[in-house]
């Protein structure tokens, strides 16, 4: 079965560099979800999309950007890198059913961002 | 205080034993519940899913949910090394306006010795 893919894998950068981190969704799942996950910290909610809309938003700083594009793929823009972002970014789907959101998430294997 | 408190351990059992993980929660408005299990460097893998009070089983794993006392379970049975893993309790409300997110506990490492 498909699952949800996330690129790149591994990605290294220096300090007030620009990453872009992409997912792509399960297919006919409307809804992502990004999560930072910092070394044995517990997964942090960023931001999340409906069908290309932003639909709620958590611990994203302002440098941090994303966007759902119209075949549901998202990608979490980074700006001015700092050596505290360095983490493991997860990317979730779900089927959204209008109102009621089906919240069986499934995550991808996460993009390790290390910053030098 | 966080939303979800969950006890990080680590949980050190030998195969065969049962094992129970567990949250507590203060948000009375969540609907959802969720186990996942996540190995090392890998994305979390849902396991259980739960909507309400109750009990749910699959196979090895049965979940509980307790909302009177804002307490959740994850029992499993016969564990095996291939368990070993962090396991994540998360949960989310009802939603209004039909978005929401998932709140996760610390995750509760688990090893499971021959």
């Known amino acids: 079965a498909a699952g949800v893919i996330q690129s790149p894998r591994h990605l290294i950068k220096e300090k007030r560099e620009t990453a872009t981190l992409k997912c792509y969704p399960i297919?006919?799942?409307?809804?992502v979800y990004w999560y930072q996950q910092g070394p044995g910290q517990d997964p942090q909610f960023l931001i999340s999309f409906y069908e290309k809309m932003q639909s709620d938003k958590g611990s994203i700083p302002d440098r941090f950007s994303a966007q759902q594009f119209s075949d549901y793929h998202s990608e979490l823009n980074m700006s001015s890198l700092e050596l505290g972002d360095s983490a493991l970014y997860f990317c979730a789907s779900s089927e959204g059913t209008g109102e009621y959101l089906n919240t069986e998430a499934f995550f991808g294997q996460g993009t390790r961002l290390t910053v030098v | 205080q966080k939303e979800v408190e969950q006890d990080p351990g680590p949980l050190s059992v030998p195969e065969g034993a049962i094992v129970s993980l567990n949250c507590t929660y203060s948000?009375?408005?969540?609907?959802?519940f969720m186990w996942y299990r996540q190995y090392s460097r890998k994305g979390p893998e849902l396991l259980m899913y739960?909507?309400?009070?109750g009990n749910k089983e699959d196979g090895r794993f049965t979940a509980q949910v307790d909302k009177s006392s804002k307490y959740i379970s994850l029992f499993i049975r016969d564990s095996q090394p291939s368990d070993s893993a962090t396991y994540l309790c998360?949960?989310?409300?009802?939603?209004?306006?039909?978005?929401?997110?998932?709140?996760f506990g610390a995750g509760t490492r688990l090893a499971v010795h021959p």
């Open positions: 739960t909507y309400s009070s």
């Open positions: 998360a949960m989310s409300s009802f939603p209004s306006g039909g978005y929401n997110k998932l709140i």
């Open positions: 948000n009375s408005a969540f609907q959802y």
């Open positions: 297919p006919r799942h409307d809804t």
